[in-house]
DNA sequence: CTGTTAGCGCATTCAC
DNA sequence: GTGAATGCGCTAACAG
């Protein structure tokens, strides 16, 4: 086999190979890297062209070591599989893209234990700030991290961090979104929820329940199923619900994927949607314009909530005042719902 | 607003305090921490009683400055929001959770600017190893990159440095698709495509070509639609082929996302799949078993991918030699085809 | 078994 | 403007 050899070449000479080459000191030569003060053209000339045989690339870790700042910043999101958060980090990348600062992510994968090593981990590679998409710690242990790093939440309203927490109104969406099916006719409404313990999910099943007391309406319990955001935990129970035969017209999912999973358990039973059943999810993901039929649901501008969470940490790092904005999320009509009757 | 301040905070201590702390000189609570040698059962008592006071944790940069070592695996992917990449990533992430060495993610965007880019800084940051998840480089700029880092690849397989490539048999898995549809009585079969410079699109299409050749079926060049692996632009070439009345009962799509745009531009012409129209997919993204209907499409196992990517890198770092395994595309079958007539 | 010494590669005072 | 010296925090010889 072709071997790599174990150890990586070395790269490209450093500061005192490009010095001696220049016949200059290791001073100057920092000095033109980092632009910290005036040289004289001829030593610049020298210097330039020094660094440019030796392929000279200054090193990250001895620069870092010193300066204390690695111009990175730490992301970690709950599931990178996750499509919801996989466009919240490709608009982070985006911002991040011209700026000095390089993202580096990591995955929680929605379990303490995990999400604490990626902290640790990112911390130890001293990352200047530190995002995390969605978190599974405790308010004191999120204060405890915010100690040791800048840091900045998505979905979580920490108190002590409110100016570096950005959350949705996940509660007035889900609001919206069932007073829709409300206006449409629909009395009997089921909710898909999420894990109780998922503070959106939470806040997504009260705007629903908001929106039937509202409108003065009775809760039914039993339309009030859980899943875990995953299309088959939505199949499942919605499935159940069909075999008692409990009666329903609509369906409000906790997320587009538990739409799915809806769907499908009603196309098994030979159910149409939106002819004889409503369908609303919650996030927009792209495939959702693509289901059969296309999905109505809650749009959450999960790029444009990236770039915002980045532009703020730069400006967090740049010790400039900075306020995280407010996001609408508005509900997409597109071809799942239609009035009953 | 609540200030982070402008610096981190110290990191409790250093392996300097440490030592005094403990009453006994750094080398010996170096060799505590990394276990180059045996210690007197009261120093280290000692010590790692000041460690702990202290929350003593060794400086990452300082260390791998000189071990030359950073424990981390660079990954790029060309895209994270892809549901296939992200998928290979879990897999990535899974087999290295339980050793010394840390994931980095970027993300290279299909364009080479920002893959180069982004090998660059993984590069300057001293990753161990880079894995690269697709590439849109050249053969020789990728050899080039093996030099300086060891270095795998996936879907790509470059002269030279086959035995860090792990490539699928796209071709074979695109025939057996195609094969599918021809023996259960499909003769036009419209096949959905990615980009040319695209290396899997091309391999798919040659497979799809090689299945109607082996058949003794003749080549329709109208019924072979380009792409971009997006729904959409599926769903607008298929549109544009039923608008100019071009006769197909069955479609292979080059990955699940065209499928799926595919299936909503039927959907508006009130075609039925797979009653009027069958249609095959590539990928089996977890959303595919709950489309509607489910679809049949080839599964590439994504996640095990990610984990022998992982396992050989550990392999390579290791000294030790290692071979990347091989692995099948099976087609998995659903609802989405049935025999013609 | 343990302490002393010398750097890793670079930014950063200081003098000049 | 520029060079010499100092040290970031740690590991790796080197002596004892």
Known sequence: MVGHGKR????????????????????????????????????????????????FQPNYL?????????????VIAEDIV?????????????????????????SGHWSTRHETRAIDTLIYRKVDALLLLGSTLTDDTLRGVAGRVPLILFGRRVPGLESHCLTLDQRGAALNATRHLIELGHRRIVHLHGPPGQQDAQERREGYRDALTGS????HPELELQGDFLE????QALTHLLDARVPFTAVF????????????????????VPDDVSLIGFDDLPASAFTIPPLTTVRQPTYQIGQALARHALNVLAG??????????????????????
Chains 1, 2 share one sequence.
Do not use: C, W
């Not at 088959?232 to 199949?235: E, K, R, V």
């Open 232 to 235: 088959q935990s939505a199949a």
């Open 8 to 55: 990586v070449k070395k790269q490209g000479g450093t500061i005192n190979e490009v010095a001696r080459e220049a016949g200059v000191s290791i001073s100057t030569v920092s000095r033109i890297i980092n632009g910290t003060a005036f040289v004289a053209e001829d030593k610049r000339r020298a210097v330039e062209a020094a660094m440019h045989r030796l392929d």
């Open 216 to 219: 003065g309406l009775p809760l």
């Open 62 to 74: 001895a620069r870092t070591l010193i300066t204390g700042r690695s111009m990175t910043v730490g």
């Open 253 to 272: 999912a906790g997320n587009d994927q538990m739409a799915a999973g809806a769907r499908l358990a009603l196309y098994r039973r030979g159910l149409r």
């Open 320 to 341: 400039q005042p900075s306020t995280l904005p407010d996001f609408d999320l508005p509900l997409i009509m597109r071809e799942s719902t239609r009035p009953l009757r």
């Open 82 to 106: 996750s499509p919801f958060y996989a466009d919240v980090i490709r608009g982070v990348e985006h911002a991040l893209l011209d700026t000095p600062y390089q993202p580096v992510l990591n």
